[in-house]
């Protein structure tokens, strides 16, 4: 990850990136605002902001976009990822602990041996 501006170094992890977040939103008294409804509704904003730059391609894979369509679909991203943790972070929720939990459970919902190449639903199969 590139330098973060004024923060004096790399941003290296999730609760580095939490901390930045946090900073950003005391300097400008938004704490008030982000209440977990506040913050699922803008994410799930951000969200469709990011599908709209993938409107009416084909695929949206990268040869289809050009530059102005990727610098669009890198701050989405980021947007997303700001509201995530910022989102977590006001839900106690830590993600890092969240993601591998979740990824055991799919582990057992979906076997390698078993779904390899079939896109289908767990329920499904």
């Known amino acids: 990850m590139d330098n973060a501006g004024d923060t004096g170094?790399?941003?290296?992890?999730?609760?580095?990136?939490?901390?930045?977040?946090?900073?950003?939103?005391?300097?400008?008294?938004?704490?008030?605002?982000?209440t977990p409804k506040n913050l699922a509704m803008a994410l799930s904003v951000e969200v469709a902001e990011l599908v709209e730059h993938y409107q009416?391609?084909?695929?949206?894979?990268?040869?289809?976009?050009?530059?102005?369509?990727?610098?669009?679909?890198?701050h989405e991203m980021a947007d997303i990822l700001v509201y995530l943790i910022r989102l977590a972070d006001k839900s106690g929720v830590d993600l890092r602990a969240?993601?591998?939990?979740?990824m055991q459970l799919n582990r057992e919902k979906y076997p390698a041996e078993r779904?390899?190449?079939?896109?289908?639903?767990?329920?499904?199969y």
């Open 115 to 124: 779904v390899r190449g079939d896109a289908r639903k767990y329920s499904e």
């Open 56 to 74: 009416w391609l084909p695929s949206g894979a990268d040869a289809e976009l050009d530059d102005k369509k990727r610098a669009g679909i890198r």
């Open 9 to 34: 170094g790399r941003i290296d992890s999730l609760v580095e990136l939490r901390e930045l977040i946090r900073g950003f939103v005391a300097e400008r008294d938004w704490d008030q605002f982000h």
């Open 98 to 102: 969240a993601v591998l939990e979740k």
